[in-house]
């Protein structure tokens, strides 16, 4: 693009526009935006520097040498080592042409700033990551909906208990969710933490779910509360995508938890395995509401208005 550009307005030499374009391209956004901003002003140190070289040395090699020797120092001591390609490869043309008349100079801050703001462009367009993460998330909510269906079936006796390496399945997946939602926080310029809290608040959730898996493995025999626990589950399920899930969903488990004490008190080992079991489980699944619902107070006024309204996440 910076190429074509030039091209367009008939300057010379073109084709390093693009070369600094390339060499201004990095892994994110903040980091271009970073480099830009180092590589603008190395090259105006390398332009004052060049100038003053070849003024009283001439357009030579041992000042170009000079120079190289300078701006290498420089760069090594104010970290502007990745930029002394560019500055070097602008820094040329002065020598190639002999010359620093104002025309040909405001040419070359040009051919810069081009450069550097296509790369910042580039960025923009190609690595965002908005829409993936979204997809990502509609994943997500969809396996934890259909294996806490699966789990209700279970308890009620319409279907074996799912096998866990579902939740490792959805756990990998959020682990890769974080990567993307670690990489789009580093692209993005504004308030960019709402997709990396939600991954981290699913991953704990599935975390949570393993938990009281394992609980339920425990349970002995027929045990009481076991329809009350099953609607818990299918009120988790059908509230997994609500915005304010927990507003309906923490009710009703503190009600069970509330009939959970009232219950008499076992009377053999299998009874107090199954209490004891119980109330793990319960106590999970109020804390899996909780994630939810520390993961909402948590949210910006901007992240509600951009990421969060009624119907999403």
Not at 72 to 84: C, D, P, Q, S
Not at 200 to 207: A, D, F, L, T, V
């Amino acid at each position: 693009m910076s190429f074509f550009i030039f091209r367009l307005f008939g300057i010379q030499n073109s084709a390093s526009a693009a070369v600094i374009t390339l060499l201004s391209i990095q892994d994110t956004k903040k980091e271009t935006l970073s480099d830009v901003v180092k590589r603008f002003f190395s090259y105006l140190f390398s332009m004052l520097t060049s100038f003053i070289l070849f003024t009283f040395i001439g357009y030579n090699e041992l000042a170009f040498l000079i120079f190289m020797f300078i701006l290498v120092t420089v760069g090594y001591k104010l970290e502007w080592l990745n930029t002394l390609s560019s500055s070097t490869v602008v820094t040329t043309h002065f020598l190639l042409a002999k010359s620093f008349a104002p025309s040909f100079v405001a040419d070359q801050i040009f051919l810069v700033l081009v450069g550097t703001a296509s790369a910042i462009l580039l960025n923009i367009m190609f690595l965002d990551t908005s829409d993936e993460l979204r997809r990502d998330m509609e994943y997500i909510e969809s396996d934890i909906k259909s294996f806490l269906h699966k789990m209700r079936r279970s308890l009620l006796g319409e279907d074996e208990l799912p096998d866990k390496e579902w939740l490792n399945f959805i756990n990998s997946h959020l682990e890769d969710g974080l990567k993307k939602s670690l990489n789009y926080r580093k692209n993005v310029f504004d308030d960019s933490d709402y997709y990396h809290e939600y991954m981290i608040m699913r991953s704990n959730q599935i975390e949570t779910l393993l938990r009281i898996y394992h609980s339920i493995e425990r349970l002995r025999r027929d045990f009481p509360l076991k329809k009350d626990i099953a609607e818990i589950f299918l009120r988790l399920a059908d509230n997994v995508s609500k915005r304010e899930c927990f507003v309906y969903n923490r009710p009703l488990i503190l009600g069970v938890m509330s009939k959970y004490k009232k219950q008499p008190l076992p009377s053999d080992m299998t009874e107090m395995i199954n209490m004891a079991a119980l109330l793990d489980v319960l106590n999970g699944l109020l804390y899996f509401t909780d994630l939810k619902q520390t993961f909402a107070e948590h949210l910006t006024q901007q992240q509600k208005d951009r990421y969060y309204k009624e119907g999403q996440e």
